[in-house]
């Protein structure tokens, strides 16, 4: 999309050069191709130009293009790099919004917004990015932004400050229900201060960020976010009270994984959409983004569980197969492998089905099948971004080649 754009421009200010020749003007559609010299030459009504010049042209255009189009593909954008400083802002907010006024709570709901714990801030790097990627305004010193605009950008902000403090919730409650001890490298809260008070933070970050939310004024922006309280809720119980059916089907594996992961950033995108005035068809084409981005994410989660370590990941491996959580590898595994699903049945409290359940991993293409539709979301991420309205404006372009490359290191990533 944006080399047909590129290739547009290029054609419009080369005929534009040489206008002077022609005594009547005429149009060229634009086309992701050029016409052939010769059919150049017919389509120039009235012009005395001969195939020679033609070809030169043309040819001239074509250096043009291929290096315009190698400098669009060699431009490396980094996501995180293009919003640091205003996620440095967020940051120091969120740190502030944490503040509690009994000094031990206080204590244990800044835990993971402490400098050095708090993790990339991958979700409010995505909404930031989507935000410029809508055609909002990116805010800089010495930049004369209209109120109405700054308004915009502040509140888009705050979606991104309260989606993180409801993400971060429910990892202290997760590490509740699952006996974790560490998390992001470090002890887990629930090991450091204990089960009550780990809940007690995850429940007063929830009511900070409904304060926040309340502050928009928006119903249906409040409306999306509180359902996305409500899925992470569902997906926990989904995942907790399985029966032997559920606990081996796909269709039910990606249910879970959308209401656990996917709909926190897909519906955080359409937030940021809404707040903007978009349509509804723009405002789904980020919520597509969102859900595909955060599916991608998890499926390779869960592909690290088995292969990566401890180290890497911040947290024990292999940590769902012993929780008994049937994840996407072991599910594909079972199709190659039928008697996998007595073993499953059996249950992983026994370290010896532990053992049976990766042997057959092992030799099937379970890890491969799973990143493959990792793949395909992350593909699917892609072509959402490749869709919202054409746009000239290069931050607009800019963030969007941001967001395409973080479905691509969602999908290679290695912790």
Not at 207 to 222: D, G, H, I, M
Not at 313 to 330: F, Q
């Amino acid at each position: 999309m944006l080399f047909a754009r590129g290739l547009s421009q290029i054609s419009r200010r080369s005929i534009n050069r040489y206008q002077w020749l022609c005594p009547q003007q005429q149009q060229f559609h634009h086309s992701n191709h050029f016409p052939s010299p010769i059919d150049a030459s017919h389509k120039v009504l009235g012009c005395r130009v001969i195939h020679s010049w033609v070809s030169n042209a043309l040819s001239g255009i074509g250096q043009q293009i291929h290096h315009q189009s190698t400098a669009v593909a060699e431009e490396q954008v980094d996501p995180f790099s293009l919003v640091a400083d205003e996620l440095s802002l967020l940051t120091n907010r969120l740190r502030s919004m944490v503040v509690a006024e009994v000094p031990k709570l206080a204590s244990a709901a800044e835990y993971f917004f402490k400098m050095g714990v708090e993790g990339k801030r991958f979700r409010p790097t995505v909404l930031l990015l989507m935000a410029t990627a809508l055609n909002a305004p990116v805010l800089r010193p010495q930049v004369d932004v209209d109120s109405l605009s700054r308004d915009l950008r502040t509140r888009q902000q705050c979606i991104a400050e309260i989606t993180e403090m409801i993400h971060v919730a429910s990892l202290l409650h997760d590490d509740v229900l699952d006996d974790a001890d560490t998390r992001r490298g470090i002890g887990s809260l629930n090991f450091v201060m204990g089960n009550k008070l780990a809940v007690l933070a995850g429940d007063f970050l929830l009511s900070r960020a409904c304060v926040a939310l309340a502050s928009l004024k928006n119903t249906e922006v409040v409306s999306l976010l509180a359902t996305v309280v409500e899925h992470l809720v569902t997906g926990e119980t989904m995942q907790m009270t399985t029966s032997s059916d559920e606990r081996c089907s796909m269709d039910y594996y990606m249910q879970k994984t959308y209401y656990k992961t996917a709909s926190l950033i897909s519906n955080s995108c359409k937030a940021i959409a809404l707040l903007a005035g978009h349509t509804a068809e723009v405002s789904m084409l980020a919520f597509d983004y969102g859900k595909n981005l955060g599916l991608a994410f998890q499926l390779i989660d869960d592909v690290l569980d088995f292969t990566g370590t401890s180290a890497t990941l911040g947290k024990g491996s292999l940590s769902d197969i012993r929780h008994g959580i049937v994840t996407a590898p072991i599910l594909y595994a079972m199709e190659e492998f039928p008697q996998l699903r007595t073993v499953v049945d059996r249950g992983f409290d026994d370290p010896v089905n532990v053992e049976i359940a990766l042997d057959y991993l092992g030799k099937s293409r379970g890890i491969q099948r799973t990143r493959e539709l990792a793949r395909k979301h992350a593909n699917l991420a892609s072509a959402a971004v490749d869709s919202l309205p054409e746009s000239d404006d290069e931050d607009v372009q800019r963030s969007r080649r941001a967001l395409v490359e973080l479905t691509q290191r969602v999908i290679t990533r290695t912790k």
